[in-house]
């Protein structure tokens, strides 16, 4: 008899709880690890796969997370004897009360999510994927198969139909991985695949229809609200079109605000004044936007480092160098000007400057202080430094040390850098903090140390802003990626929440954000990206708390750092959970190195300009002409410089007027040095090699004798000293016709240059005639430039 509560054994004996317990516990005990590795190898040996499991028997719903009650009743169905619940308690180690088929197999996951982002992509049912599939294994293509109204219909799918339907549909991966999703949805009757297997493809085209009109009423959201105001981005690109306007046109930023903005040579600006200098630039109607960017501190004014940070930052050390060394402004101008002409020339500037020891360029100093750009500087030009109060970080080297003080401090304060940054350090949402921003935070702080230091050890471009990846680069990250997916997926950041946020109730809690975010196809961790967003903790996120995202202001070589990072994670990643990585995997996911070697591939394309010999004639006397190739040693790009350093660098083909006794006045030893025809030749002119025995055909066409060492029969050989007379020669009528064919040889040798190739190279030989007049809209564009090539 078995007492209540108590099992038999396996020799018919009771067994005990405990005892149970205490076995289960020499299993994996409270290790998540071991506990994961018991729940696969049981899925395996009784499903076949941890899939075929996950589908068919845990995640019923297809909502790609399952609660301890669906785990418990899968388990259960499943054979399994052991404690559901304790093992569900392992295995959950964020106490979420849920597991998704990510935290159980990582690569099955990311297969079963792959899969399901083709299928829903690709077929609307699955009656519709069962007959593409049938078609294609027949091969009938779409075109025939709407054209054949009366093919049979298919109802079902073997493995070798459906692993060939897919591929031909476009699936990129291998076909293993089809193997996979075949055994996780096949009969085990009959092992073929029915439209029963691929129910969940129905709530997955849900979903996708929910993606589609998320982007709809994003895009007719994006629009009302630009008609209102402009987007950050669309401000940002304004002003940096603004500052290359005025680059353009005055030669340097510096020079721009003291002749088109402050024309008082103030460096600080009223928006008044900025309002009117735009309208008169021609940016009225970015005028509000410009200064926006501008004045990003709403204090009012602009001053010339937030215009020209680097270049402010040259001006402020100079009148610091100016006031130490000479006293003033005024002393130091008649130091300089030694020769007491009232003006300072350029070479005169840099002399002097290199004379009294100042450190910086010189050039770009004295291209700051030109303001009419006349290449000279009177006094005037330079009192505005007497007036001029730079700001205290244009003087600070960078401090490191009170970097490191800072964001210590920041955690001490509130608990994390997430929460400091959206409530103390970028109030707009615009990923951005500017010097007044950060110093107002450090005295919010406490911070009493080096400010200015601190702040150019953040801003180390000089950029004259910082974002939250100096402050928090995995924040940054984990926020940049997830706002990319939603603008890529859902049109949106606000979209996307309104997607997630099924049950409408204005907020999420982390199961229903983890959930939307697997449902989706958001491949990032969400219990990282949970607690980037929740900056109060409290367990919720409401859409106040996303939605500045979408206002974030990011520059492209940010975005492309960006998604490289994020590529090397998902290596990264995907690497670990296969197994020990290569030397090879090692050395691709460095990003150090990976950054390295996009620059170098960067380098190297803009060094591969293509070169074409540029022909030389010129006529050295009576008689003789020669002609040769450009050196492209002189004239080429960078990368074929280095390619002809081991190289034979002369190309020349050349008729040389010879003696009457047979030989040059150069004392060439032989004909292979007058026709200088090398491997270099045949590679620089293109795959048509210079045939030797054409130029000789044409030597001897003119009737010029050989230039061998023997000489001609009757006649004694004599050399000719460099000091002899040079002889009187006859012009030869027959070298005009010679030259003729000699340009027609030549033409046919060297490949014809595009139009891009003839307009960056200078014209060679005189002009035919001179160019005509071209229209004054015309001046300055490409067409201009190749009819005065051709004319």
């Known amino acids: 008899m078995t007492l209540p509560g108590r099992r038999k054994s396996s020799d018919g004996g009771p067994a005990s709880p405990k005892r149970k317990i205490h076995e289960s516990k020499t299993e994996y005990g409270r290790d998540p690890a071991k506990a994961m590795d018991h729940l696969r190898q049981f899925l395996i040996s009784a499903a076949g796969s941890v899939l075929r499991a996950w589908v068919e028997f845990l995640d019923e719903n297809n909502d790609q997370r399952i609660s301890k009650t669906e785990f418990s009743q899968g388990m259960r169905k499943l054979g399994y004897t052991g404690d559901v619940f304790r093992l569900f308690s392992v295995l959950d180690g964020d106490e979420s009360a849920e597991l998704t088929l990510d935290e159980i197999d990582m690569k099955q996951a990311t297969l079963w999510r792959n899969f399901r982002m083709f299928a829903v992509a690709a077929f609307k049912s699955a009656e519709e994927l069962i007959q593409k599939c049938a078609d294609w294994s027949a091969d009938i293509t779409p075109e025939m198969a709407s054209v054949q109204k009366d093919r049979p219909k298919a109802f079902h799918l073997?493995?070798?139909?459906?692993?060939?339907?897919?591929?031909?549909?476009?699936?990129?991966?291998?076909?293993?991985?089809?193997?996979?999703?075949?055994?996780?949805?096949?009969?085990?009757?009959?092992?073929?695949?029915?439209?029963?297997?691929?129910?969940?493809?129905?709530?997955?085209?849900?979903?996708?229809?929910?993606?589609?009109?998320?982007?709809?009423?994003?895009?007719?959201?994006?629009?009302?609200?630009?008609?209102?105001?402009?987007?950050?981005?669309?401000?940002?690109?304004?002003?940096?079109?603004?500052?290359?306007?005025?680059?353009?046109?005055?030669?340097?930023?510096?020079?721009?605000?003291?002749?088109?903005?402050?024309?008082?040579?103030?460096?600080?600006?009223?928006?008044?004044?900025?309002?009117?200098?735009?309208?008169r630039l021609g940016f009225a109607k970015e005028s509000r936007d410009l200064w926006k960017s501008l004045d990003k501190d709403d204090s009012g004014s602009a001053s010339i480092d937030e215009l020209d940070p680097r270049s402010a930052e040259t001006l402020a050390h100079f009148k610091v160098w100016v006031n130490s060394q000479f006293g003033g402004v005024r002393e130091a101008f008649k130091a300089i000007d030694s020769d007491h002409t009232r003006f300072i020339t350029c070479a005169e500037f840099t002399a002097a400057l290199q004379r009294f020891g100042f450190q910086r360029p010189t050039k770009q100093l004295f291209s700051h202080l030109d303001k009419d750009g006349s290449n000279k500087i009177v006094m005037d030009?330079?009192?505005?430094?007497?007036?001029?109060?730079p700001l205290p970080f244009l003087l600070a080297p960078p401090n490191f040390k009170a970097m490191a003080e800072i964001k210590k401090l920041i955690l001490v304060r509130t608990g994390q850098y997430m929460k400091a940054w959206r409530r103390l350090l970028d109030k707009d949402a615009t990923n951005r903090?500017?010097?007044?921003?950060?110093?107002?935070?450090?005295?919010?702080?406490?911070?009493?140390?080096?400010?200015?230091?601190?702040?150019?050890?953040?801003?180390?471009?000089?950029?004259?802003?910082?974002?939250?990846?100096?402050?928090?680069?995995?924040?940054?990250?984990?926020l940049s990626n997830f706002r990319r997916w939603c603008i890529a997926e859902f049109g949106s950041v606000r979209s996307a929440f309104a997607v997630f946020d099924s049950d409408c109730s204005g907020s999420l809690s982390f199961q229903e954000f983890r959930a939307a975010c697997r449902v989706y196809g958001y491949d990032g961790s969400p219990r990282t990206l949970f607690s980037a967003l929740d900056v109060d903790q409290q367990g919720t996120l409401t859409l106040k708390e996303v939605v500045f995202l979408d206002d974030w202001e990011i520059d492209a070589e940010d975005e492309f750092e960006d998604g490289h990072r994020t590529g090397l994670a998902a290596a990264s990643k995907a690497g670990q959970q296969a197994g020990a990585r290569s030397a090879i995997s090692k050395l691709t996911d460095d990003p150090v190195r990976a950054r390295r070697v996009a620059r170098r591939k960067y380098e190297?394309?803009?060094?591969?300009?293509?070169?074409?010999?540029?022909?030389?004639?010129?006529?050295?006397?009576?008689?003789?002409?020669?002609?040769?190739?450009?050196?492209?040693?002189?004239?080429?790009?960078?990368?074929?410089?280095?390619?002809?350093?081991s190289q034979d660098r002369s190309l020349s083909v050349r008729t040389v007027r010879t003696s009457r006794l047979g030989q040059d006045e150069a004392n060439r030893p032989d004909m292979s040095q007058d026709l200088v025809l090398s491997e270099l030749s045949s590679s620089f002119l293109g795959p048509t090699p210079v045939d030797e025995l054409a130029v000789a055909s044409l030597v001897d066409t003119v009737g010029l004798p050989s230039t061998s060492r023997s000489s001609p029969e009757g006649v004694a050989p004599r050399?000719?000293?460099?000091?002899?007379?040079?002889?009187?020669?006859?012009?030869?009528?027959?070298?005009?016709?010679?030259?003729?064919?000699?340009?027609?040889?030549?033409?046919?040798?060297?490949?014809?240059?595009?139009?891009?190739?003839?307009?960056?190279?200078?014209?060679?030989?005189?002009?035919?005639?001179?160019?005509?007049k071209v229209p004054v809209s015309r001046i300055g564009s490409s067409y201009s430039k190749s009819v005065a090539y051709y004319t």
């Open 158 to 279: 073997t493995r070798e139909e459906f692993c060939t339907g897919i591929r031909k549909c476009g699936w990129k991966h291998s076909v293993s991985d089809l193997n996979w999703v075949y055994d996780a949805l096949e009969d085990k009757d009959d092992n073929l695949l029915r439209p029963g297997s691929l129910s969940w493809l129905a709530t997955e085209y849900e979903r996708r229809q929910k993606k589609q009109e998320a982007k709809i009423r994003s895009k007719k959201w994006q629009v009302l609200r630009m008609r209102q105001e402009a987007s950050p981005q669309d401000k940002h690109r304004h002003f940096k079109t603004f500052k290359a306007f005025l680059r353009k046109k005055h030669g340097n930023l510096i020079r721009g605000w003291r002749q088109a903005l402050s024309q008082t040579d103030s460096m600080v600006l009223s928006k008044l004044h900025f309002m009117k200098a735009a309208a």
């Open 381 to 389: 030009d330079v009192l505005f430094l007497d007036s001029w109060n």
């Open 433 to 478: 903090c500017n010097w007044y921003e950060f110093k107002t935070t450090c005295h919010v702080l406490g911070y009493t140390g080096d400010i200015a230091g601190a702040w150019r050890a953040f801003d180390d471009d000089l950029s004259g802003y910082i974002s939250l990846r100096q402050i928090d680069e995995e924040s940054d990250m984990v």
């Open 604 to 645: 190297l394309r803009q060094q591969a300009v293509p070169e074409i010999p540029r022909l030389r004639l010129s006529r050295k006397g009576d008689g003789e002409y020669s002609w040769s190739f450009t050196d492209p040693w002189q004239s080429g790009s960078a990368s074929a410089r280095a390619w002809m350093s």
């Open 719 to 772: 050399w000719l000293s460099p000091e002899a007379p040079r002889p009187r020669t006859q012009p030869n009528p027959v070298v005009p016709r010679m030259l003729s064919r000699l340009d027609d040889w030549l033409g046919a040798v060297v490949a014809k240059p595009s139009l891009d190739e003839l307009l960056s190279n200078p014209r060679v030989g005189p002009p035919l005639k001179a160019p005509r």
